[in-house]
């Protein structure tokens, strides 16, 4: 321990006498153990193990684990806490400090059991907080929820903020999926599992604890929320005493399963009662109404229909239903309906169009609480505004490949970030004019702009493909609408706004930039676009390599300095290495030549060597 204090007070030394090397490139940061409760240790680098104390530091490739009945308080960063629960190992993947911000990179691998983090200040964009399970990737927006992985399951609940999940497999991309506050998430290894709403009993005992510690020092919680809390932990505690006097234990503290027709499932919160199970460890029946699903609604007041909130109420009953943020009740029959579910012990209660269409356009979320005939009152349940999807262009890809839009004098390809519909059943709409209007610009005449007709439209995965009713003129402007609601999103039924985009019509390379290293030489290839009619280097034209400022133009020698052959639509142009070696280091412009109709332009690549 004496070791380790000196190495930190050495570390502290150096920092304070060099601070322009601490933040010339990303460092380790040490977070430190607040509390330890039980037997636990900490395998330094992730080898030697050394009892877990108080104070005692931690860093990047430090393995935390815990016994059956430990706890860990870890100080990440003065505001990044995780609570690290019994039976449980966490890695610590990735802890430094950011040359580009304060907060840095904060990466944790749960290989079993649960952890509570509570992240108390808003990540700026260039920090990274996230958790893995060695299926699931949780990236953290600000918030306070708990992760838990056991038999190949991770679960993650949400208190505040929000939690955005993905598989963990590199080979296959996935979507984010978000979690908000007062949801959960179950995800099998193969990414199955949807969103519900956030169950206590499915929380770990220490994570109830501390909710209810952290309730109570706040203050303002509502007293149902607080005995309906303790109901649960005391409960629970119960459990875990039945449970170490039998001699069992149950396979994770955070993921646990009640038989239910025999076939094992993500558990209910359990009820106070100790006489209603059927024996053999299984968790009694639950008691309490739970929520089983949760609808969105639409941002549109006017596209707004009914919303279906299923549950489970276990022969309770709803004698009322109250909008949270106006404490105002619904119109039991007017404003909400109670009707049988699609399976026998389920019930649906509908919040009817009329009101869903009244409440205030630019919502975000609807907070409604549940009152019972048995005197229970169900937590706040939240009703999120679904996020309108709308065709948007791929303003990434076209700010990358600015040329890109126009494949050759005649078409146009206009990349979307979204899948794309025809707004028309799937066929092209007729006329096609009123869908589409381009002008075209020449160079020589730039105060003439003529229209140009359309001849075509097809999509091809997420692109647009515009054809045209002749060609655009070489080294020019095209200019182009798409008029409002051509387009839709096919997964969910969004239109298209207005886009107005506009492109030059000139040839380019695939890389406009490059650099070449003599310590690491090779020839330098290109792809360029020539708009499909336009001739390439020839021996009419020159290829010119010249500084940035167009000084001291050099005139490349075909086949000796460089080699150009059609490659389908485009044409692979190869600057050779014996050439490149002969330049002294700097910058240079090449300028390959194109040339249509007598019309002469270049695509123009910045090169830079280096030794």
Do not use: C
Not at 84 to 93: Q, S
Request: net charge negative; aromatic share 6%.
């Amino acid at each position: 321990m004496k070791f380790i204090r000196i190495t930190l007070l050495l570390l502290l030394a150096v920092t304070m006498l060099t601070p322009e090397a601490a933040v010339a490139k990303d460092t380790k940061k040490f977070g430190k153990i607040l509390d330890v409760t039980g037997s636990a240790v900490v395998k330094k680098g992730g080898e030697k193990k050394f009892k877990a104390v108080k104070n005692m530091a931690v860093t990047e490739g430090d393995v935390l684990i815990t016994g059956e009945e430990a706890h860990i308080e870890l100080e990440l960063d003065s505001d990044k806490l995780v609570y690290v629960g019994p039976d449980t190992k966490l890695v610590i993947h990735e802890l430094v400090k950011s040359a580009k911000a304060m907060e840095g990179k904060t990466s944790l691998s749960l290989q079993k059991g649960s952890v509570l983090i509570k992240v108390k200040k808003k990540l700026t964009e260039d920090s990274r907080f996230e958790i893995k399970t060695p299926t699931t990737v949780m990236g953290v927006m600000g918030t306070e929820f708990i992760v838990g992985y056991a038999q190949a399951q991770t679960y993650v609940g949400v208190l505040e903020g929000r939690v955005a999940v993905r598989r963990a497999t590199a080979a296959e991309a996935t979507a984010d999926v978000m979690v908000r506050p007062g949801e959960q998430l179950w995800r099998t290894a193969d990414g199955t599992g949807t969103v519900e709403a956030l169950d206590w009993g499915d929380l770990p005992l220490f994570v109830l604890e501390q909710h209810y510690e952290d309730l109570n020092s706040a203050g303002g919680a509502l007293p149902e929320v607080m005995d309906l809390l303790q109901r649960v932990i005391e409960q629970k505690t119960e459990e875990e005493l039945s449970s170490r006097q039998n001699g069992t234990t149950a396979a994770s503290p955070v993921i646990r399963f009640e038989e239910e027709g025999g076939i094992s499932s993500p558990g209910s919160l359990p009820s106070g009662n100790s006489g209603g199970g059927s024996g053999g460890g299984q968790d009694p029946a639950p008691t309490y109404p739970t929520i089983i699903s949760v609808p969105e609604f639409e941002q549109d007041p006017e596209q707004r229909t009914d919303a279906s909130i299923v549950l489970k109420l276990y022969g309770d009953r709803i004698i009322r239903v109250m909008r949270t943020d106006t404490e105002t009740d619904l119109v039991e029959g007017v404003d909400y309906v109670v009707a049988a579910g699609a399976n026998p012990d389920q019930t649906v209660l509908v919040i009817q169009t009329s009101y869903m269409q009244g409440v205030e356009s630019g919502i975000e979320s609807l907070g409604l609480k549940l009152f019972f005939a048995s005197g229970f009152h169900l937590p706040m349940i939240e009703l999120h505004a679904r996020v309108p999807q709308p065709p948007e262009l791929d303003m990434e890809l076209i700010e990358k490949e600015p040329y890109s839009l126009v494949w050759d004098l005649s078409t146009i390809s206009v990349p979307f970030t979204t899948a794309i519909e025809f707004n028309t059943g799937g066929r092209v709409p007729d006329p096609i004019e009123s869908a589409i209007t381009l002008t075209n610009v020449a160079a020589y005449d730039p105060d003439n702009p003529h229209p140009k007709v359309v001849s075509g439209l097809s999509i091809e995965g997420n692109r647009l493909i515009i054809k045209l009713d002749g060609s655009l003129e070489f080294k020019s402007e095209i200019t182009f609408y798409i008029q409002e609601g051509l387009l839709r999103n096919p997964n969910t039924g969004d239109l298209q706004s207005l886009i107005e985009l506009s492109s030059e019509v000139k040839p380019h390379a695939d890389r406009e930039q490059v650099t070449y290293s003599k310590s690491e030489p090779g020839d330098l290839v290109w792809l360029v676009n020539g708009l499909g009619d336009a001739f390439g280097p020839d021996d009419d034209y020159d290829t010119v390599l010249s500084d940035p400022t167009g000084a001291d133009p050099q005139s490349l020698m075909s086949l000796q300095d460089f080699n150009w052959e059609i490659d389908g639509s485009q044409l692979r142009f190869t600057l050779r290495q014996a050439f490149l070696n002969t330049l002294d280091p700097g910058e240079y412009i090449l300028q390959i030549p194109f040339e249509y109709l007598d019309v002469l332009d270049h695509a123009v690549i910045m090169i830079t060597v280096e030794n």
